[in-house]
């Protein structure tokens, strides 16, 4: 496979990328049939989300069975195909390894429920512990003391699960529980369980009255789930069926290890890991009285350890691995993606995306704060590079708006906004990943209702958004800017009924609704137009490879106090490139503290706005001159001074020694 580092990767979201059987979700023939797509593309790796067996309570990512393929994206068989077909183009298939927790379902989790010591050791397990009416503790809790039993004490925190969690939890109260191999597995003597004869409010009112901390789930609610049975409550960082692993056990990790080993023999090139930097939790758990829990299990105590062991003893050091850092730091990022470290190749990190986040909350809108922006690309960037460390770039995933939509202008200016925030990222340092549609300029779903939306996060807040006092079209209107259904429409490969997802005589409809866009925004379209963003894609992908500059140079950001513009030259062997996006959509200077600059004698790599030259232009902006602008065609300027750039305009500017 190509070096990572002028490799550019594409995400494919398995349920929205391609249905080939017309029953409304995307499956693995589905992709099988677009490899050769992707091949033209020019793209190197290619990441699927999760296809394994699955309740599909956050679509594949509450991992039932990681051996088995969920039926509603095909069979063993069909993904051996489909590895084997990717491999004879040239394109290594990344699996998406969701390690943090599992799902309910899972026969571990429910071995567990049935009372069985070993598998409960496979979860994070507490006592209730009491508080008064304010959620304070009133009385010494079992947390140190459990802290210091086997491997229990180490959790992190979810969503939660319904109290009747499963026919396995009711069979689990006739056990008698074990007193033996697993502390864990013991009924709590510190607080009694309510009465055998209780009702379900009163359990449930239990349940919300000693949780073990006041740790808020990533997805709304406690992040512990109480089980009755055991008078104890699982921590679930995540949904109340996303069941945290217990990291502490070396069981746990021999078995996550097995996985890995079982998928890399079939032929894989790399992995993704989920939420990877919550794996390891913290030795003593404590209420949170600044925050939702999150500072005392991210980057936990032994999460580089852990993580180290796992490339060892799989033996995937060499390989293409990623992993998904939730609220994580640059010290630990760098720690994570040193080669020095032997963890991962690169890793995910979000802070960019938080930008408009009002108070740092999700669920807050606001216009994104672009000086922010520039300050976070400049301290990940810049510090990743200090500290030897590699970042995986990008604007668009399976859990987030679409970026054209959130930081461009989708009405006035679709093409130039989508190109411009495409240039910005692949000439960055780091490898490229690529969201399916992204590179056609799929648009935010705008969904009209609640009931439009499959996500679970998304339903769960806009509950919680009307609950807290909006109006429905208030949290409407936030939950459209903000779900990570935006992300999650099919794939839209023509104009047809159903974009070309499925067949257009299907007798099922698309599992999510598809944007009445799809007529003009679609593979199909693009494909025949040499200035349409897909053909723009392709271009920056190639030029990763053309100029090692791209790949292997170092970056510095420049001009700092421009508000406007983001602006880096990447350096290396004497030449420069010097890079300039205006996030605007309004013409804006170049330079913010200066006349303009000196393009005298550059070549132009890529210009975004295709029709005029960047070499004696007389409005001082930059452009092509009518010739294809990302061709790598080495346009040299004359003397020429660039003032400004227009709306959402892209250049990059190659200097040579």
């Not at 039926?71 to 051996?80: C, E, I, L, R, V």
């Not at 969904?447 to 499959?454: E, G, M, P, V």
């Not at 490969?493 to 698309?510: C, V």
């Not at 090692?548 to 350096?571: H, L, Q």
Request: charged residues 25%; aromatic residues 10%.
């Amino acid at each position: 496979m190509s070096d990572f580092r002028n490799s550019t990767v594409y995400q494919i979201y398995v349920k929205s990328f391609c249905d080939s059987n017309g029953d409304g979700i995307g499956d693995l023939n589905g992709i099988r049939s677009k490899l050769p797509y992707l091949k033209n593309l020019g793209v190197d790796y290619v990441w699927l989300t999760p296809f394994f067996r699955s309740p599909m309570n956050d679509n594949g990512y509450d991992v039932a069975d990681y051996y088995s393929v969920n039926p509603m994206f095909g069979t063993m068989d069909d993904a051996d195909a489909m590895i084997r077909e990717a491999n004879e183009l040239g394109l290594g298939l990344m699996f998406d390894m969701v390690f943090n927790h599992t799902s309910t379902e899972h026969e571990w989790f429910k071995k567990a429920l049935a009372g069985d010591p070993t598998y409960m050791d496979y979860y994070i397990w507490k006592d209730p512990v009491n508080r008064d009416a304010d959620g304070h503790i009133l009385t010494p809790t079992d947390s140190d003391r459990d802290s210091d039993r086997a491997a229990t004490g180490s959790a992190n925190t979810a969503s939660g699960l319904d109290t009747n969690v499963s026919e396995s939890a009711k069979t689990a109260s006739n056990l008698e529980m074990s007193t033996g191999s697993t502390s864990s597995a013991q009924p709590s003597d510190q607080i009694p369980a309510p009465a055998p004869n209780a009702s379900p409010e009163e359990i449930r009112a239990f349940a919300a009255s000693h949780v073990p901390t006041n740790w808020v789930s990533k997805f709304g609610g406690s992040a512990w789930e109480y089980v009755p049975a055991f008078n104890k409550y699982y921590l679930h960082l995540f949904d109340k069926t996303q069941a945290d692993l217990n990291w502490e056990n070396p069981r746990v990790r021999e078995e996550l290890k097995n996985v890995i080993r079982f998928w890399k023999a079939k032929g894989l090139k790399g992995f993704r890991f989920d939420v990877v930097n919550l794996i390891s939790k913290p030795a003593v758990f404590e209420d949170d009285f600044e925050g939702d829990g999150r500072r005392f299990y991210t980057d936990g105590r032994h999460v580089h350890e852990f993580l180290r062991e796992l490339a060892e003893d799989t033996g995937i050091a060499d390989m293409m691995t990623v992993g998904e850092m939730s609220s994580t730091s640059l010290a630990n990022c760098i720690r994570y993606a040193n080669p020095a470290s032997h963890e991962l190749k690169m890793v995910f990190s979000f802070h960019h995306l938080k930008v408009d986040y009002k108070n740092g909350q999700k669920w807050e809108l606001m216009a994104p704060d672009f000086r922010k922006l520039r300050e976070l690309f400049t301290e990940w960037q810049e510090g990743m590079e200090k500290g030897g460390a590699w970042n995986a770039v990008f604007w668009n995933n399976h859990d987030q708006p679409r970026a054209n939509s959130r930081f461009g202008d989708v009405t006035h200016y679709w093409k130039e906004s989508s190109k411009m925030l495409a240039t910005l990222i692949h000439l960055m340092r780091g490898t490229p990943y690529i969201y399916e549609g992204e590179e056609i300029g799929m648009t935010n779903a705008g969904f009209t209702s609640i009931d439009q939306y499959r996500d679970v996060e998304s339903i769960n807040y806009y509950r919680i958004l009307t609950n807290e006092g909006k109006s429905p079209e208030e949290a409407l209107h936030i939950i459209g800017e903000r779900s990570r259904d935006n992300g999650r429409t099919p794939m839209q490969w023509t104009a047809g009924r159903y974009a070309g997802f499925m067949p257009d005589d299907a007798k099922h409809e698309p599992w999510i609704g598809i944007p009445d866009n799809k007529d003009h925004i679609n593979v199909a379209v693009e494909s025949h137009d040499s200035a349409s963003i897909l053909s723009y894609y392709k271009k920056l992908i190639r030029l990763r490879k053309e100029y090692e500059i791209i790949a292997d140079g170092s970056i510095r950001f420049t001009d700092p106090e421009n508000e406007n513009i983001i602006s880096y030259v990447r350096e290396l062997g004497g030449r420069k490139l010097h890079v300039f996006c205006n996030l605007r959509g309004a013409e804006e200077p170049l330079l913010a503290n200066a006349g303009g600059f000196d393009a005298t004698g550059m070549q132009r790599l890529i210009d975004s706005i295709e029709d005029e030259t960047c070499a004696g232009r007389s409005d001082g902006t930059a452009g092509n001159d009518g010739a294809d602008a990302a061709s790598g065609a080495k346009d040299s300027t004359d003397a020429v001074l660039l003032t400004k750039l227009r709306p959402y305009e892209a250049v990059a500017l190659l200097e040579e020694n």
